[in-house]
């Protein structure tokens, strides 16, 4: 098992967050991919804890033939942009967006007076060209979700082989995964595969064996 916290990882940010990068794929960074943190798997490509700062804002900016994958941990963000525009979402609220060969564009806002903290996930699309697309997610306490991932559906999440799952955790609640998995903790503490662990530490395991200590949310990205 590999295990890769925060507290090893450099500070970052731009505009009005501060992030910590703790994927960076090499088939989408390359040369620019610090040696610290972790690759991805399947498709999944990228990962960044971020704390908005007051009223920050992420500014304007596009995407294309990239799925971006949004987790809220803490606070509120008001999102603005071409899919969707004026949603808001709350702490636990999980927002997908598919740019597709379409693309689109997204602010990411801070409304409140103090910091808050989102997860930010990328995805390489299997097929090129698809059409833009936007859902968004309530994971239920005490349930595990998939946000992303799994055989194409008219109501279901975006398809692929790779998946995501978010499980809310109650305290003492347990969960396993078979296989290659990356887990990442984003909020809580919990023994994973018998390790005491906190929030902002992943895990790269090909078993995992997860009991959370207090509440806590969980993100699981696996391919099938």
């Keep these: 098992m590999d ?12 505009a009005g967050l501060k992030e910590k990068q703790v994927v960076t794929d090499s088939r989408v960074f390359g040369g620019r991919k610090n040696a610290l943190t972790s690759e991805g798997i399947g498709n999944f490509v990228y990962l960044a804890d971020a704390n908005f700062l007051p009223y920050g804002e992420t500014g304007m900016h596009p995407h294309r033939e990239i799925d971006v994958i949004s987790v809220m941990v803490k606070g509120r963000i008001s999102h603005a942009g071409s899919l969707e525009h004026g949603q808001s979402l709350e702490a636990g609220s999980v927002q997908v967006q598919r ?13 409140d007076e103090t910091p808050n903290q ?3 996930l990328w995805v390489l699309p299997e097929v090129a060209g698809q059409v833009a697309g936007y859902q968004v997610y309530e994971p239920v306490e005490g349930e595990r979700t998939r946000i992303y991932g799994g055989a194409a559906s008219e109501s279901g999440p975006f398809s692929s082989r790779t998946m995501i799952d978010v499980l809310s955790a109650t305290k003492g609640q347990q969960t396993q995964h078979e296989g290659e998995v990356l887990a990442y903790l984003s909020s809580g503490s919990a023994t994973i595969n018998g390790h005491e662990l906190s929030a902002g530490t992943l895990i790269r395991t090909n078993k995992l064996e997860f009991i959370a200590n207090e509440q806590s949310q ?3 990205v696996f391919t099938d």
């Design 3 to 14: 295990i890769l916290t925060l507290e090893q990882l450099p500070q970052g940010g731009f």
């Design 99 to 111: 740019a597709g060969g379409e693309g689109f564009a997204h602010n990411e806002i801070n409304p």
């Design 118 to 120: 989102m997860i930010q």
């Design 218 to 220: 969980l993100i699981l």
